[in-house]
Structures are given as C-alpha cells and as structure tokens.
C-alpha cells in the first residue's frame, strides 16, 4: 500500500498474512521458550536467589537455569544484583520492562486454566486416532 510504513522484522506471506522474523523472532523464542515465561513469572512475585529459582521449576537443570537467566539478563528483563552479606549471594530481579510481561502472562496462563480440558479432549482425540494408523 501506498505511503505504509513496513515494520522491517515484519514478512506477508502469499496469502498476505503477516510473519515474524528477524530480531522479534529471537526475542519471542527466548520469552516464550521452556524456562523463559516460568522464570518471569515467578521473578514478578519477588526477587530469588538462584537455588530457590532451582528448587521452584521443577526439573531445570542448574546450565539450563544459568543460560535463560542470562538471556534475560541480556535482553533487559531481568537484573542480576550480588549481595554483600556474607557469604555473597546472587539475586534475580525482574526489571520495570520484564514487568511488562507480567499482564500478558497471566493472561495466557488463565487462558490455559480455561482451555485445558478442550485442548486435553482434543489431545484425548488425536491420540486414540494415531494408535490406530
């Protein structure tokens, strides 16, 4: 269209629908990857230190932990503050753009709440079928 601004990380498809790529592509992977979403989340209850994040996600390795908080760190969502108190410690903080996940996440997190039983039919469904092929 004539005198339309392109978003430059934004492709049409042939049907014209818009596709993410680029630089909104990456950052989308890493909030929503496996760890991403469940750290910002419980970083928007209050401040942890690393052994706490450890023991609240159930089954995150300490490396798997150590890279998502770092690529969060990196993107600006998250702080990383060394305690003085003896011995020193490290604490993880969300920081005010993190916060700005905070309404979009728990907007998909009720989203789930509502929906699990009908995705779980669904899946219920699939299955049955699949063992049959």
Request: aromatic share 4%; hydrophobic share 35%; charged share 35%.
């Amino acid at each position: 269209m004539a005198g339309t601004s392109r978003k430059p990380d934004v492709r049409e498809d042939r049907a014209g629908h818009e596709t993410i790529v680029g630089p909104q592509r990456e950052l989308l992977d890493q909030l929503l990857d496996k760890w991403g979403q469940l750290l910002l989340t419980a970083l928007c209850r209050q401040p942890r230190r690393f052994n706490e994040l450890k023991r609240e996600l159930d089954g995150v390795t300490q490396k798997s932990l150590t890279q998502a908080l770092r690529r969060l760190e990196r993107n600006g969502l998250v702080e990383r503050r060394v305690l003085t108190q003896r011995p020193l410690t490290v604490e993880y903080r969300i920081t005010p753009l993190g916060r700005t996940l905070e309404e979009p996440f728990l907007i998909l997190r009720a989203w789930t709440v509502d929906h699990l039983p009908e995705v779980e039919r669904h899946r219920d469904a699939f299955d049955e079928g699949a063992g049959t092929l």
